[in-house]
């Protein structure tokens, strides 16, 4: 039954071929065997997913059940869910029980979905190998020895070791992309503003979005129509129809104009994942697509502006931590001082500590214009060139990550060499629009991303690029070695 597409699910359990039940009880025993290994869940909620199996059932019984009712899903450890803990992966909010569910995750709950639970990430979102959580690191299931990407490594592992169909992530310069690219799958972040943010916990608000990491396009489309919706409590969700995102799926690709640029094959990026890109070129050109070379001058300014733009942003919101009103706080602190400074030192790890350093002197009153303002410029810059691009090509397409997944420990001495890790995702994000990554094949047994990048709005031709990609090739159906 974890072979099975979320696409392949609806349609077992409308066809009664299995019960949400029996689905739910088979992901929590493989969760319950598997997951000492990858470490991919911070919470598993057996209980409450088996009772929302059995009201799923009900609903399916009667007739009339929306689309996803009775599939299971797994939540990254962000989003709020009433009554269960909420860490982010920290120790800050390790004992966190949420009053109240994000929008999305209420969103999926009015679907019928069932949460199997939260999954583990980098501590705050602040990562690209997922070995910043209070948790321990995710394993990734293609080489053990390897990180899975960040910051939803878990999520990405629970659906590459296939403990979970799909699962929901967060991605604020690469998150969602980049775990998809070295872990085989299929990773969606949309437009800014088309999924509301509201109880997912902030990192960079001006950078944040939900989104999916799948299996497949397919999967993704069928997840984003639910998770799409305006929320009047998130003042940056745009008031816009959410259309069928798997309406166009199988549109034909002749004519669709794809732009490269050529900032994304320069230096840094391993040449057998550069091959791997020109091959996808190649399928997409037999699909009827035409290439067109483009420019995206900026390019090497996105991942100096985004680290200061990002932890300025972190250090605003992180602020609320402050061992008061919730999360940690100190043992009998000796006045408020003490209590702010032992209850954050002892809450945060070292990176979330170096972002909020980072942020907080960007925005100091000495140093505002120098830094903050000047990225600010840089940012809209960078935004300029995909505006330029876009005027001609109707999809961009290059790498997800300059190389496949790298071991435990090689870059953590190197935040600068982490932090390159999204040289191709982070400019996505300064500009608001929305990307995707899937699998394109192998190097040294580990799987490889391709990045396809739309115009606002255009997550539905991206999907169906993606899908068409996925009609025409088998790199997406390949398993982890051991994942039958
Ligand atoms: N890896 C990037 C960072 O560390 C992006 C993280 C994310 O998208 N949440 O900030």
């Known amino acids: 039954m974890h072979q099975f597409t ?4 609806v349609t077992g359990l409308r066809n009664k071929d299995f019960s949400s039940t029996e689905v739910t009880q088979h992901y929590l ?5 598997l997951d000492n290994t990858y470490n991919s869940y911070i919470t598993v909620t057996a209980d409450i997913a088996l009772q929302q ?41 390790d004992k966190f029980i949420a009053p109240y569910n994000a929008t999305i995750v209420e969103n999926y709950l009015n679907s019928g979905t069932v949460m199997l639970g939260k999954t583990n990430m ?12 209070w948790y321990g690191p995710v394993k990734n299931p293609w080489a053990i020895d390897c990180v899975p990407g960040g910051s939803s490594g878990g999520s990405a592992a629970a659906v590459a070791a296939h403990l979970a169909p799909a699962a929901t992530a967060s991605d604020t310069g690469g998150s969602i992309r980049q775990p998809a690219a070295l872990c085989g799958l299929t990773g ?8 509301s943010r509201w109880g997912m916990i902030a990192f960079a608000s001006s950078l944040d979005q939900a989104g999916i990491l799948s299996r497949t396009a397919e999967d993704a489309a069928i997840l984003l129509n639910d998770m799409a919706s305006y929320d009047a409590k998130d003042s940056t969700c745009v008031e816009r129809d959410v259309p069928d995102y798997t309406a166009d799926l199988h549109k034909s690709l002749k004519g669709l104009r794809i732009g ?20 996808a070129i190649k399928v997409y050109e037999s699909l009827g697509a035409t290439i067109h070379s483009v420019s995206l001058p900026h390019t090497h300014l996105a991942v ?17 931590f402050d061992g008061v009103r919730y999360g940690h706080r100190c043992e009998n602190p000796k006045d408020l001082n003490d209590l702010y400074m032992r209850s954050r030192s002892e809450g945060f790890g070292a990176e979330v500590k170096r972002r909020i350093l980072v942020g907080a002197y960007a925005l100091s009153a000495g140093y505002y214009d120098a830094y903050y303002s000047k990225a600010q410029k840089v940012r809209r810059l960078i935004k300029q060139d995909f505006i330029d691009a876009f005027a001609s090509v109707d999809v961009i397409l290059g790498p997800t990550s300059p190389s496949p997944a790298f071991q435990f420990g090689s ?35 580990k799987p490889v991303g391709l990045q396809l990048i739309g115009n606002f709005f255009a997550e539905g031709q991206l999907l169906n690029a993606a899908h068409q990609f996925q009609q025409a090739t088998h790199f997406h159906q390949q398993s982890a070695p051991g994942i039958e």
Request: overall charge negative; charged content about 20%.
């Open 6 to 9: 979320i696409a392949e699910l």
């Open 29 to 33: 025993d493989r969760i319950a065997r």
């Open 53 to 93: 199996a059995a009201a799923a059932d009900k609903r399916l019984a009667a007739g009339n059940a929306p689309a996803l009712c009775g599939v299971p899903i797994a939540h990254k450890d962000i989003f709020c869910t009433t009554g269960v803990r909420t860490s982010c992966a920290s120790k800050m909010l």
């Open 122 to 133: 980098d501590e705050f979102a602040m990562g690209s190998s997922n070995e910043t959580s």
């Open 260 to 279: 490269v640029p050529k900032e994304y094959f320069g230096e840094g990026l391993n040449p057998q994942t550069a091959k791997l890109v020109e091959d």
């Open 411 to 445: 870059k953590t001495k190197d935040p600068v060499a982490m932090y390159l890790e999204d040289i191709y995702t982070i400019a996505t994000n300064l500009a608001g629009l929305p990307g995707l990554s899937i699998p394109c094949g192998l190097v040294d047994s």
């Open 188 to 195: 969606i972040k949309p437009t800014y503003g088309r999924v």
């Open 304 to 320: 100096p502006a985004y680290y200061v733009i990002a932890p300025a942003e972190c250090s605003a919101n992180l602020s609320r």
